[in-house]
């Protein structure tokens, strides 16, 4: 199995400019999250999705930011229109529900900077 | 606001010796797992432990929970150089759902 996969794997844009980052999950895993990581902040749960709807939510710092699933392979995190602040590490992580409850497998992550 | 929180935030020993890390959390949990990061990666599940389970072990890792003090601790017994790594615990709240939330971390450097 590949792992999960994110794209890319760095990005530099200007402030204002959309930003698209991209996930494929673990094929056969319900449940995927999106995660930001930064020095100041540590990990923070932006939001989740189980079978490709979104859960929660609740971590999603503005309405700058959206995510979708569109199926149970892809998953995509925007930000529009990005600024300085939201540079970060963006992590992609999936899991299956089962004995192994609650297990998170992490792509590598799309280091984001915003000038 | 973040769940747990690790101590000590950093960590440097001799290879071969123990490293012990500790994580405290604030609400009642389904689960406590621990991660691993190298630098420029993603985390690595390393260990999950249930909230009815005390102790645990993998390896050279060893995990135990506390429940009543709402704690945890991972020991990396006869370290190596390659532990080099950060290490989060991560706690899913007993409040349904798989919102599962990492601590701050603890650096630890293994010197060979």
């Known amino acids: 199995d590949a792992g999960v996969i994110q794209s890319p794997r760095h990005e530099v844009t200007e402030m204002g400019q959309e930003v698209t980052l991209r996930c494929k999950p673990i094929s056969g895993h319900d449940y995927l999250f999106w995660y930001r990581q930064t020095m100041m902040r540590g990990l923070e749960l932006l939001i989740y999705f189980n079978n490709n709807v979104p859960i929660d939510d609740s971590g999603m710092p503005e309405d700058r930011f959206s995510a979708k699933m569109p199926n149970a392979s892809f998953s995509t995190l925007k930000i529009q229109p990005s600024e300085p602040r939201d540079s970060a590490v963006y992590f992609c992580?999936?899991?299956?529900?089962?004995?192994?409850?609650?297990?998170?497998?992490f792509g590598n992550g799309t280091r984001l900077t915003v000038t | 606001s973040q769940q747990g929180e690790e101590d000590p935030q950093a960590l440097s020993i001799q290879e071969g010796e123990n490293a012990t890390m500790n994580c405290s959390y604030k609400t009642s949990i389904n689960n406590l797992q621990w991660y691993r990061q190298n630098s420029g990666r993603g985390l690595v599940h390393l260990i999950l432990?249930?909230?009815?389970?005390r102790e645990k072990h993998s390896g050279r890792l060893r995990v135990t929970l506390d429940t009543s003090k709402k704690s945890s601790s991972l020991l990396i017994t006869a370290s190596r150089a390659a532990d080099t790594a950060s290490y989060f615990c991560a706690t899913a709240p007993n409040t349904g759902g798989f919102k599962t939330i990492f601590g701050a971390g603890t650096r630890l450097f293994v010197k060979a």
């Open positions: 992580a999936s899991s299956l529900n089962g004995p192994s409850l609650g297990t998170l497998h």
């Open positions: 432990i249930r909230s009815n389970e």
